[in-house]
């Protein structure tokens, strides 16, 4: 004899079968996901093409650099000089340093097909030069406007908006319906606690839910080639997520209404929490840690370079004052302010110095509204699975913040290794293409960790919803 | 005299001031068919809720084979069986299917001989038994109630309205059922306002109103008692302005 | 008859406690809304204004130069910040606030707010838009989907009808009494954002912004008006009230939701803008235009305007006409690109807006944007705006190098000037275009809007003449 969970479960997921709304759902919601993976992988294969060319360009150009400066001294020492003078070219560190540079770039991480974050927003590429520090991390903008501030249709969405409705559809009429039809009458006159009625439907209805997010999961990282582990914890993500929304229908459907004020109900709660919240802690973040605009930014850079242009050769000597070793390089100082390059690198100090409290305090404003959104948006379940997904796919936040540490450390190793042949005057010559820092993109953070605080928020907000369900149906009014 | 069955001792519920069954005392034996005759709001449905176990009473206690339908719902539930006013199947499956699924919920798993069995024996044609339920009438679906009684091998059956919307023929089908059922040793509490059929039906008949049990009729008494006349009676006095 | 119904749907629904409850949640939402929006207007608007002082503060304090390296220093154009920021966001998180104006180079206004938000600023903004339209077309759901349905249900719609209630009658008290709950909510909302508008603005923002504002309310008003209509139509044909009400959330949430991404995904594809590998050649096609060629025209056209043999003998400096013509032949390759971009962007929100024929927000939210001056259209003007100065500024140094640098071949490194020229070259001052410029590029949004309004004028009462008048 089987248990009358087992026997609930299967009858309702027979019932499940015959109901159109719970087809229709699910239909709506494959068709969702196929597209939305389309739509992911598209964007994925377009900026990783941009990327790619802007490695290839500069890799080329790299590589010529290298090349005409070999062939310069080839011609050089034909014609007997010495190697120690150069032209502006490849041979000069000015040129190859502070106004050649080279392009960096991240190409995507393979998940961005499933949740694009904020990868649409940041540039493809840097470019890196000496004694241009605040001008890193802004390039025109190429994709529209409108279709950034709708945002994309990838796989995030579908599952941060969709599935919630597709679970609201699978349990807002939990027992409404039955007691509706008549039927509950029927089924709690027999020998079966209310508690065990819930619980077998919510298990054939939350395993339909099961199977289409993991089919959902699956498919998506089949496409989009994930490891197994990131894919269990994006699953079990969505799998909790998925489960909120079915228990907070479930608890919801405890207080013996109709399926109709159900439905209201839960239209209101999808709203409030899925929409209205996270704005809100959005618009919040920035009322209580205001962070100032980029328009004071740009203002007080321009202020500070005027300023240093102003002020003749004295950056140079605060500048040398404060690098002892440069100092030895230069020799003679007045002749090195006539240096064009020279008073570039220290005007260039002179100027990060100045706006370093501004970029200091932007900063600081920045990671407070971060740390206030991720504490209190953790009050929604929408907000913790957003941020689940983007840690995972490595487009959120923290990623981005990563690579461009990575990018910053790369300029200040591309600085160290040119101001010197700068204020040396040494030329920059072929054998010393090699010796150039190269860049390395930082690493893509498994984002276990990250995702350790969502996954247990999500995981609470889903006991308490199932815990009220079960607390409150055996409550209920009578069927 | 055997135990009775169904029985309600001092059972009292109230709702926000007003008192739907007022300390009902009611015993119900096996082999009889008890009719509780009353006016729409005369707590017929609040008693057969108390017996469910649907309702919690406010005083007393309601007691199905001498357990106590608060303490011992499953237990209880095992050994009734009851039929709505309308008994509401699902539509998307076929009577026998509703009848393996609600038997199964009562601990029976029936072969597919035992459920054509039940449903023959409720009177169910052959040809309706793999039909969806939502084409069925308002009597084959009470034939389904039927057979899951006949499937649960229900000590007590409560049937609330069972007449109302039937039209005679199978009115007078459907009390045979129910007089077969209590031959074989159901007690059977079936609320009601269908004078005609309680006559043929009922072997004892209790009038309901107010919430109050006013007068009970023997079955000896039954077939000279003008039971129109009475419960009428029993309705206008309660109605009727209080004389101080 | 008509006033009769909707008093009495009206009464209905006031009288209901969730309504109260509902109705003060928007009214809280939208109130809080505003004025953290103007909070927030108003501290970007100084902040831009400081920045702007700062900068031409820089410019005038320049030391002596030469006025081509001037125009290498350049200036910043700081987007201004329209004063109804406060009601709609648009776009203006994902465009720039920092545009710099050089000399041989045009740029598209840089730092894009969104940038240095979170993630999570992209779930959504508390703005009165998005109260106006996501929350109140939820309450005229909730508020009309039992309209008729209900009322079949529980059995009244005959008796009702056999009351001598002409069905036209009844579709208007319906749709009456369903306005006069809303207009208590919006209308104080309404007012509180007219007082704070009037308190707060400056005079010549609150003048701009006057007719923008009505305007605005008139769309926001047929936008609901559409959705009383929806809710109407399908509360008449809906089998029962539990599925008018699913078919309109499933509506509510298409068209909020689902509708706006879709349609902008779909008009990249079918109107895919400027690639970055296609803006990038562009570019460098620009920087690979030949000035040896310009040099060779250049000296040509004088010799031959002053017939002269040599440029030595010449009245003017060759390198500063160079330099003129030079911007000249540059600005224009470089605005040809940068139009074919922004066209691009207009293009795909035309393609867009196509979609309201389906979901009317995509007609409202694009009027919506315009209207309050957010959108991509009125950034481009600013960034047109911008360009324009540019070029002028650009080529007033040019023009003062042809006039006085020493004739001849060579460039000229003696000749400087000093702040009486930094001062001449009047500041960057932007004029926000009027709200008739502002509906202009939306001519498809208004005529979708309108054509809601009307199909839903006939559908509505040709709907309730036929709905059954029993439960099925």
């Given at each position: ?30 068709a969702?996901t ?26 080329e150009?790299?590589t ?11 011609a ?6 010495p190697?120690d ?20 770039t ?25 004694g ?16 950034l ?8 969405f ?25 039927t ?6 027999q020998?079966?606690?209310r508690?065990?009625?819930v ?7 939350g ?16 496409v989009?080639?994930g ?5 269990a914890?994006?699953t ?12 907070l ?38 009322q ?20 240093a ?18 100092a ?7 002749a ?5 390059a020279v ?5 260039d ?13 932007f900063?600081?404003?920045?990671a407070?509204q ?6 209190v948006?953790?009050?929604s379940?929408?907000?913790?699975a957003?941020?689940?997904?983007l ?30 042949l700068?204020?040396a ?12 820092p ?5 690493p ?9 605080g969502p996954l ?11 815990g ?11 069927p | 005299?055997s ?47 108390l ?6 009473p ?14 011992e ?12 006013e309308?008994v509401?199947?699902?539509p ?20 597919e ?7 023959d ?12 339920a ?17 499937a649960?091998?229900?000590k ?25 059922l209590?031959?074989?040793g ?17 072997s004892?008949?209790?009038v309901?109103v107010?919430?109050?049990?006013r007068?009970?009729?023997s079955?000896?008494?039954l ?22 | ?29 939208l109130?809080?809304?505003l004025?953290s ?24 304090g ?5 006025p081509?390296?001037a ?5 910043y154009?700081?987007?201004?910040v329209?004063p ?5 966001r ?7 606030v ?9 740029q ?18 508390l ?21 008729f349905a ?11 009808l ?36 009037a ?19 008139l769309?926001y ?21 539990r ?17 706006p ?6 008009a ?5 803008g400027l ?17 040896d ?13 002053e ?21 000249k ?22 393609v867009?807006?196509a ?16 209207l ?12 047109d705006?911008?360009?324009a ?7 007033a140094?040019?023009?003062?190098l ?11 490194r003696?000749?400087?000037?000093g702040?009486?020229?930094?001062a ?10 009027s ?24 559908a ?11 439960p099925?």
């Amino acid at each position: 004899m089987p248990s009358p969970l087992f026997t609930v479960a299967r009858t309702e997921a027979r019932l499940l079968r015959a109901d159109r709304t719970a087809l229709w759902s699910t239909l709506i919601f494959a068709a969702a996901t196929a597209y939305a993976l389309t739509v992911g992988l598209d964007l994925r294969a377009e900026r990783t093409e941009a990327a790619r060319a802007i490695l290839a360009a500069d890799v080329e150009r790299w590589t010529e650099g290298q090349a005409e400066a070999d062939s310069i001294e080839q011609a050089m020492r034909a014609e007997g000089l010495p190697l120690d003078s150069y032209e502006w070219g490849p041979r000069s560190p000015y040129a190859v340093g502070m106004y050649y540079g080279r392009d960096v770039t991240t190409e995507p991480t393979p998940l961005s097909a499933l949740a694009v974050g904020q990868a649409d927003l940041y540039p493809a590429s840097h470019q890196i030069t000496a004694g241009n520090r605040v001008a890193t991390g802004t390039s025109d903008a190429l994709t529209s406007p409108l279709r950034l501030a709708a945002g994309s249709f990838d796989l995030a969405f579908v599952l941060l908006y969709l599935l919630p409705l597709l679970a609201l559809a699978l349990g807002y009429d939990l027992t409404a319906s039955e007691r509706e039809r008549g039927t509950l009458r029927l089924v709690l006159a027999q020998p079966v606690p209310r508690r065990t009625l819930v619980a077998g439907k919510l298990l054939a209805r939350g395993g339909l839910l099961a199977v289409l997010v993991i089919t959902a999961t699956v498919a998506g990282f089949v496409v989009a080639g994930g490891g197994p582990g990131r894919w269990a914890l994006w699953t079990v993500a969505t799998l909790l997520y998925g489960l909120f929304w079915l228990g907070l229908a479930a608890a919801v459907d405890a207080r013996g209404r109709s399926a109709a004020a159900n439905a209201v109900v839960l239209a209101v709660c999808w709203l409030g929490l899925g929409v209205v919240f996270p704005a809100a802690v959005t618009l919040l973040a920035g009322q209580v840690h205001p962070a100032p605009t980029r328009a004071a930014f740009v203002a007080a850079t321009r202020t500070a370079e005027a300023d240093a242009s102003q002020r003749g050769t004295e950056p140079l000597s605060e500048f040398l004052a404060d690098h002892p070793e440069m100092a030895e390089a230069v020799g003679d100082e007045e002749a090195a302010a006539e240096s064009f390059a020279v008073m570039a690198i220290a005007r260039d100090a002179v100027v990060a110095e100045a706006v370093e409290p501004v970029v200091a305090q932007f900063a600081e404003q920045r990671a407070r509204q971060t740390a206030f959104v991720r504490t209190v948006g953790a009050l929604s379940p929408s907000v913790l699975a957003h941020a689940a997904f983007l840690d995972l796919a490595g487009t959120g936040d923290a990623q981005q913040r990563r690579s461009l540490d990575a990018v910053e450390v790369y300029q200040d190793e591309w600085r160290a290794h040119f101001e010197p042949l700068v204020f040396a005057d040494t030329p920059f010559n072929a054998a010393d293409y090699p010796e150039a820092p190269q860049f390395t993109p930082a690493p893509e953070a498994s984002g276990a960790r990250q995702t350790g605080g969502p996954l247990l928020g999500l995981a609470l907000a889903m006991a308490v919803v199932l815990g009220l369900a079960v607390v409150l149906h055996p409550r209920a009014p009578a069927p | 005299m055997s135990d009775p069955i169904l029985h309600a001792r001092g059972l009292t519920k109230r709702f926000s001031g007003t008192t739907a069954v007022d300390a009902l005392d009611l015993a119900i034996h096996p082999g009889e068919v008890y009719a509780l005759l009353g006016p729409n709001g005369a707590g017929k449905t609040t008693t057969i809720n108390l017996f469910l176990g649907f309702l919690a009473p406010d005083g007393g206690e309601a007691l199905v084979d001498g357990l106590d339908v608060q303490a011992e719902p499953l237990e209880t539930k095992r050994r009734l069986a009851y039929l709505p006013e309308q008994v509401a199947l699902y539509p998307s499956l076929s009577g026998a299917e509703n009848l393996k699924y609600f038997a199964a919920l009562a601990g029976h798993d029936l072969t597919e001989a035992d459920l054509a069995g039940f449903l023959d024996r409720a009177g169910l044609q052959r040809e309706a038994h793999a039909r969806h339920a939502g084409t069925y009438s308002k009597g084959m679906r009470q034939k389904v109630g039927i057979a899951l009684a006949l499937a649960k091998g229900a000590k007590a059956l409560l049937l609330d309205e069972p007449t109302s919307g039937l039209d005679p023929s199978a009115s007078v089908e459907f009390s045979g059922l129910v007089r077969r059922l209590a031959e074989a040793g159901a007690a059977v509490l079936m609320a009601t306002h269908d004078l005609f059929r309680v006559k043929d039906t009922a072997s004892r008949v209790g009038v309901l109103v107010g919430g109050r049990l006013r007068e009970e009729v023997s079955h000896d008494a039954l077939p000279t008692t003008d039971l129109e006349a009475l419960y009428l009676g029993h309705v206008r006095e309660a109605e009727a302005p209080v004389l101080s | 008859m008509t006033g009769t119904i909707a008093r009495k749907e009206a009464a209905e629904t006031l009288r209901d406690g969730r309504f109260r409850w509902a109705a003060a949640a928007v009214l809280v939402l939208l109130t809080g809304a505003l004025i953290s929006g103007w909070i927030h207007t108003d501290r970007l608007a100084d902040q831009h204004a400081e920045a702007a002082r700062a900068d031409r503060d820089v410019w005038t304090g320049q030391e002596e130069k030469n006025p081509h390296s001037a125009a290498h220093f350049g200036n910043y154009a700081f987007k201004p910040v329209t004063p109804l920021l406060a009601v709609d966001r648009g776009v203006t998180a994902y465009t720039g606030v920092a545009l710099f104006m050089e000399g041989h180079a045009i740029q598209d206004a840089r730092y894009r707010p969104a940038e240095d938000a979170s993630a999570s600023a992209r779930l959504g903004e508390l703005t009165a838009a998005a109260v106006l339209q996501w929350l109140v077309p939820l309450l005229v759901v909730l508020l009309t989907f039992g309209a008729f349905a209900g009322e079949r249900e529980r059995g009244t719609l005959r008796p009702l009808l056999s009351q001598g209630v002409s069905r036209r009658a009844l579709a208007g008290g319906k749709a009456l009494g369903a306005a006069a709950p809303l207009a208590l909510i919006l209308i104080p909302a309404a007012i509180l954002g007219a007082v704070a508008m009037a308190l707060f603005a400056p005079p010549e923002a609150a003048a701009w912004s006057a007719p923008r504002v009505g305007l605005l309310a008139l769309v926001y008003l047929a936008y609901f008006a559409v959705f009383v209509g929806v809710s109407l139509l399908v509360s008449a044909l809906a089998r029962s009230p539990r599925s008018a009400l699913l078919i309109l959330l499933g509506f509510w949430f298409a068209n909020g939701f689902i509708a706006p991404r879709l349609a902008a995904d779909v008009a990249e594809r079918v109107h895919p803008g400027l690639t970055a590998e296609a803006f990038a050649e562009g570019e460098a096609a620009v920087g690979d235009l030949s000035w040896d060629d310009l040099t060779v025209r250049v000296t040509e056209q004088i010799l031959t305007e002053e017939g002269v043999s040599t440029l030595d003998s010449a009245s003017v400096n060759m390198p500063a006409v160079r330099l003129y013509e030079g911007e000249k032949m540059e600005t224009e390759a470089y605005r040809a690109l940068f139009e074919q971009l922004a066209d691009g962007f207009e293009g795909q929100g035309r393609v867009a807006q196509a979609g309201a024929i389906v979901a009317p927000l995509l007609a409202v939210a694009p009027l919506s944007t315009a209207l309050t001056g957010t959108d991509y259209r009125h950034h481009r003007h600013f960034a047109d705006a911008a360009e324009a100065y540019r070029y002028g500024y650009v080529q007033a140094l040019n023009q003062n190098l042809i006039d006085n640098a020493a004739p001849g071949a060579t460039w000229d490194r003696e000749y400087v000037v000093g702040e009486e020229v930094w001062a001449g070259i009047p500041a960057f001052d932007y004029e926000a275009p009027s709200a008739g410029w502002a509906l202009g590029g939306h001519g498809l949004a208004l005529g979708f809007l309108g054509l809601w309004l009307v199909g839903l004028a006939f559908a509505v009462p040709a709907a309730v003449a036929r709905m059954p008048l029993d439960p099925r």
